[in-house]
């Protein structure tokens, strides 16, 4: 049988047609297929993120309970003021270091001599420290009732849109809020200051020395003791913490119920992570709670450059 010419043409562009939306149908799966590789892709590296993340922060708890252990098994006439360790779990090299916070000056105890010899150690003038250290003061003490806030004065016509705090401080990094102090002299000056001292003390074993030095009458070699008495309770003025230490007990060695905990952590996977917490000791019952938890915190080596010599 003779198949039909004119039958054969009708039909070539219907098949035409038919072709072309296969090969469209094709490039629309084979996009789809693209799209959600990329989208497989990203989800894992977004899982792989994330628990990361919830490793490290497992391994910097980890890190608190056996540095509180160390701390609270000799007691407290034994208890070390600054230490190192290093553990793995989980794939993972941890290393561990603490020191007690009385390394550091209290920005709410501290004199206005050690405040005024830190910052002109820091690279302030005589004058310009003096000065800071009065406005810190300012900062900190409540003012007297019925007499005039000259305190709030002082914000007001440098055209700052707040008020001093004119109660404790509660985070060092209020002190970039302080009138008068430059940016720079508060990048200096926040690792070498804390609000979790409690005393005006500082144990010159483990300061900086940029903090032995601020201490007045005393220098690398003859700083065996430290400005200070025992610690405030918890409830004191702060209209008399500018008071010198001094004046408040005989000079002993500071002590702090507060460490501050780094740890540094290594996966194997090669990623890194930086945490740096602040605890406060408690007892058999209660441990220790945290009172300050930062993630991604730079390196102390790099801090220390960024200070300079």
Request: aromatic share 6%.
């Amino acid at each position: 049988m003779r198949r039909d010419p004119a039958c054969a043409t009708a039909t070539s562009p219907e098949r035409g047609f038919v072709i072309i939306a296969v090969l469209w149908i094709l490039m629309a799966l084979s996009g789809l297929a693209v799209i959600f590789s990329l989208y497989l892709s990203g989800s894992a590296r977004a899982l792989s993120v994330n628990d990361t993340a919830l490793q490290a922060e497992a391994l910097v708890s980890a890190s608190l309970e056996l540095t509180t252990y160390q701390l609270l098994l000799p007691g407290d006439s034994a208890r070390a003021s600054h230490g190192t360790f290093h553990f793995r779990m989980d794939n993972a090299d941890v290393v561990v270091s603490f020191k007690s916070e009385a390394a550091r000056i209290d920005l709410n105890f501290a004199p206005k001599e050690v405040l005024a010899n830190l910052f002109a150690g820091l690279g302030a003038g005589k004058a310009a420290a003096q000065e800071d250290a009065d406005r810190i003061i300012g900062w900190r003490t409540r003012p007297v009732a019925g007499a005039v806030n000259d305190e709030d004065a002082l914000y007001g016509a440098a055209g700052l849109g707040y008020s001093p705090r004119q109660a404790l401080f509660t985070h060092v990094s209020e002190l970039a809020l302080v009138v008068g102090l430059t940016p720079a002299l508060v990048d200096r000056a926040l690792p070498l200051v804390t609000v979790f001292n409690g005393s005006s003390g500082v144990d010159p074993q483990i300061a900086a020395p940029e903090v032995i030095d601020a201490l007045p009458g005393k220098t690398p070699t003859n700083s065996s003791d430290v400005l200070g008495g025992p610690p405030p309770s918890s409830n004191m003025d702060p209209v008399n913490a500018n008071q010198p230490a001094a004046a408040q007990g005989d000079a002993t060695t500071a002590k702090s119920a507060s460490y501050r905990i780094e740890t540094t952590i290594n996966f194997s996977n090669g990623r890194h992570a930086a945490s740096e917490v602040v605890i406060a000791l408690g007892d058999k019952e209660d441990p220790y709670r945290v009172l300050s938890w930062q993630d991604d915190v730079e390196p102390r080596a790099a801090l220390r450059k960024r200070m300079g010599p």
